[in-house]
């Protein structure tokens, strides 16, 4: 470090330089030098296709830094170590950071003000996450909302601010630093699955606005089509900012063609609502990581089934829709959002199966892993969790397939061993007699379970969680 710096700025999931509001407020006391902490127990649970797009988003970020004439010091270790030893490196006295609302992050960072306090160093934690801050937005009796549609009438109501300011080479500390592959060395070096980093999001982003936004409400339950965003793992390490992508959607609504071109927007609107929504829970209530949101009488008798886990995680159930999904997963780090829903029923009510296996399993392997959305979604499915989908309400897999993927596009993508059969055939793959779907495609499985029997069985398990029975 060539320069002491007045001001160290510690990056975490927010790799960018614009629309950070940490990093705006860092720069009020310049020259601010720039840090990321490679946390081991960050990558404990995460496969290589999320390390190898975090990696590549993490020398994006370094190289943006480069361009203006600075640099990005990375360190490896525990940030409670790590921080205070490069405030006293900087010869600073002042430390800025983003607030993450997972507990492990409330934990780590309480630690990290401790041991800054300790040593004389004034902490800074900025609200950078959400577009409304997790407490701003409450009940008339000063609670957090638990009903989504409650929550999202204020969240739409109320003003959502701009886009923060970047930095200028002025602003940022004169250093050097070693690349990040020189400090990661352990990492994978494969390539990510999707291309990773500021220029690739803001190219999504843009393909996005150019015309699938208008289209969002019509599309975005297709998982053939490309009718969503993708932006959910750029928002996640925050190589997108949440306030630049919402005034970018603002922007969009106001040259839509028409009403339905508009509905489409803030049907987008309302998927950034649900990621708010979710954090401000998570940040309220940290144990549902762990523990069901929701209180019932008696506890849930949820299975244990080792060999039906692992077809299920093998996208191997005989569930066409089900593999499909389970598949690109493997393959991709990546799972449409209706398909997500429909593995998850799968999992907790036709498995019978605690929704912590699968929270675990999208935790080591989704690329844009979110703890907030991820345990939102997978206690919605459950049934534990806030605006929980009722436990009565059991998505069926094959009339979800028919519905949602009718020519069966995407199943045929991701199940080869059905790229042949007729859609009506695979859609009705559970039902058919054994003889027919060995005559069709021998290789793929017989269904695991039967979804009638188990759709029963799911809501007798409810009901005496209920004290019903």
């Given at each position: 470090m060539e320069e002491a710096a007045e001001t160290l700025f510690w990056h975490r999931r927010d790799l960018r330089v614009q629309d950070n509001v940490g990093l705006e407020q860092a720069t009020e006391v310049a020259p601010v030098a720039p840090v990321y902490v490679l946390d081991p127990t960050l990558l404990r649970y995460a496969g290589d296709h999320r390390i190898a797009f975090f990696r590549r988003a993490?020398?994006?970020?370094?190289?943006?830094?480069?361009?203006?004439?600075?640099?990005?010091?990375?360190?490896?270790?525990?940030?409670?170590?790590?921080?205070?030893?490069?405030?006293?490196a900087a010869e600073t006295k002042r430390v800025v950071w983003n607030q993450d609302h997972s507990r492990y992050a409330t934990e780590r960072d309480i630690a990290v003000l401790e041991a800054l306090e300790d040593a004389g160093v004034e902490a800074i934690e900025a609200a950078d996450m959400t577009l409304h801050e997790p407490g701003s937005i409450l009940t008339t009796?000063?609670?957090?909302?638990?009903?989504?549609?409650?929550?999202y009438r204020k969240w739409a109501e109320g003003p959502a601010a701009s886009p923060a300011a970047a930095p200028t080479a002025t602003d940022l500390a004169d250093l050097t630093a070693p690349d990040v592959g020189e400090v990661a060395t352990t990492w994978t070096a494969e390539e990510p699955p999707l291309a990773a980093g500021r220029e690739p999001a803001v190219t999504r982003l843009e393909q996005f606005l150019d015309g699938p936004i208008y289209e969002y409400e019509d599309r975005r339950d297709d998982p053939a089509a490309e009718g969503t965003s993708r932006l959910s793992q750029d928002l996640k390490f925050g190589t997108l900012g949440i306030r630049e992508v919402f005034a970018e959607t603002e922007?969009?609504?106001?040259?839509?063609?028409?009403?339905?071109?508009?509905?489409?927007?803030?049907?987008?609107?309302?998927?950034?609502?649900?990621?708010?929504?979710?954090?401000?829970?998570?940040?309220?209530?940290?144990?549902?990581?762990?523990?069901?949101f929701k209180t019932?009488?008696?506890?849930?008798?949820?299975?244990?089934?080792?060999?039906?886990?692992?077809?299920?995680?093998?996208?191997?159930?005989?569930?066409?829709?089900?593999?499909?999904?389970?598949r690109q997963l493997r393959t991709t780090g990546y799972m449409h959002n209706r398909v997500?829903?429909?593995?998850?029923?799968?999992?907790?009510?036709?498995?019978?199966?605690?929704?912590?296996?699968?929270?675990?399993?999208?935790?080591?392997?989704?690329?844009d892993h979110e703890t907030a959305n991820d345990v939102g979604g997978w206690q919605w499915a459950a049934s534990t969790g806030t605006d929980?989908?009722?436990?009565?309400?059991?998505?069926?897999p094959r009339t979800q397939g028919e519905r949602f993927d009718p020519e069966a596009e995407y199943i045929r993508t991701y199940v080869p061993e059905l790229a042949e059969v007729e859609p009506a055939t695979i859609h009705d793959w559970p039902e058919l007699p054994p003889e027919r779907r060995d005559a069709v495609a021998p290789e793929?499985?017989?269904?695991?379970?039967?979804?009638?029997?188990?759709?029963?069985?799911?809501?007798?398990?409810?009901?005496?969680?209920?004290?019903?029975d």
């Open positions: 993490l020398e994006s970020l370094q190289e943006a830094y480069r361009d203006m004439g600075s640099d990005l010091l990375v360190r490896e270790g525990d940030p409670t170590a790590v921080i205070p030893e490069l405030a006293r009796n000063g609670d957090h909302y638990s009903v989504y549609s409650y929550y922007a969009a609504r106001e040259t839509a063609a028409d009403e339905a071109a508009r509905e489409g927007v803030t049907a987008f609107q309302r998927q950034l609502a649900w990621r708010d929504f979710y954090v401000q829970v998570l940040a309220a209530n940290p144990a549902t990581v762990r523990e069901n019932y009488a008696n506890p849930i008798e949820w299975r244990s089934d080792e060999e039906a886990l692992e077809a299920w995680k093998r996208g191997k159930t005989g569930y066409p829709i089900v593999d499909a999904g389970m997500r829903m429909i593995v998850a029923s799968f999992l907790t009510k036709d498995l019978l199966m605690d929704w912590r296996h699968g929270y675990r399993w999208f935790r080591e392997r989704l690329v929980a989908q009722p436990y009565f309400r059991i998505f069926n793929y499985p017989a269904p695991i379970v039967d979804h009638a029997d188990r759709r029963e069985a799911a809501i007798e398990m409810f009901e005496r969680a209920r004290g019903e």
